[in-house]
């Protein structure tokens, strides 16, 4: 009795062994956003105005290293073998303050106010979409607000952006 058991663990474990041998290794890809030209900031007390990125929240299904595609209207697939390099929002924040540095020429954007002595207006944004469209597009939309030092809302308005993509992937 005791001979057959091991007999039969001993199978079981040569089987699952066998499967694991023929399963094909997953082939993962990591990848960031595109980099912006990065403003040459310095920091600068001469600055009329001081921007802090606050906070970038993301809806629950883009929390996540795994990069998002809408098959259909209604579909979305969380890929497994496609995933982001870095926290997406980590480099959403980068490339907002990159892009806000360049355009806004008299203000000094920064993603952290500690050691800032001027009073600064903070942006929040809320991201409801990030992903890539089975039309061939990338979908980002959500929601930016931005506060002055004491947290009063000043401005608050939605976005809605949709780029065409060169290639498939």
């Known amino acids: 009795m005791l001979l057959t058991f091991f007999k039969t663990l001993f199978s079981a474990?040569?089987?699952?062994?066998?499967?694991a041998c023929t399963t094909k290794p997953v082939n993962t890809e990591?990848?960031?956003?595109?980099?912006?030209?990065?403003?040459?900031?310095q920091v600068s007390t001469s600055a009329e105005q001081v921007l802090v990125i606050g906070s970038i929240r993301l809806a629950e299904f883009l929390d996540s290293d795994r990069?998002?595609?809408?098959?259909?209207?209604?579909?979305?697939?969380?890929?497994?073998e496609n995933l982001w390099a870095e926290n997406l929002a980590q480099q959403i924040r980068r490339g907002l303050r990159n892009r806000l540095s360049?355009?806004?020429q008299n203000t000094l954007v920064v993603s952290d106010s500690r050691?800032?002595?001027?009073?600064?207006?903070?942006?929040?944004?809320?991201?409801?979409?990030?992903?890539?469209?089975?039309?061939g597009k990338a979908?980002?939309?959500?929601?930016?607000?931005?506060?002055?030092?004491?947290?009063?809302?000043?401005?608050?308005?939605?976005?809605?952006?949709?780029?065409?993509l060169a290639t498939d992937g």
Request: hydrophobic share 40%; no cysteine.
């Open 13 to 19: 474990l040569l089987l699952m062994s066998l499967v």
């Open 30 to 41: 990591r990848y960031n956003l595109p980099e912006t030209a990065q403003a040459m900031t």
């Open 67 to 80: 990069i998002v595609l809408q098959l259909d209207d209604i579909t979305l697939h969380q890929a497994r």
């Open 102 to 104: 360049s355009q806004l």
């Open 115 to 135: 050691g800032l002595k001027q009073d600064a207006l903070t942006l929040q944004l809320e991201i409801e979409q990030f992903q890539g469209h089975f039309n």
């Open 139 to 164: 979908v980002s939309s959500g929601q930016w607000q931005l506060q002055d030092n004491q947290g009063h809302l000043l401005a608050i308005s939605p976005f809605n952006i949709e780029t065409t």
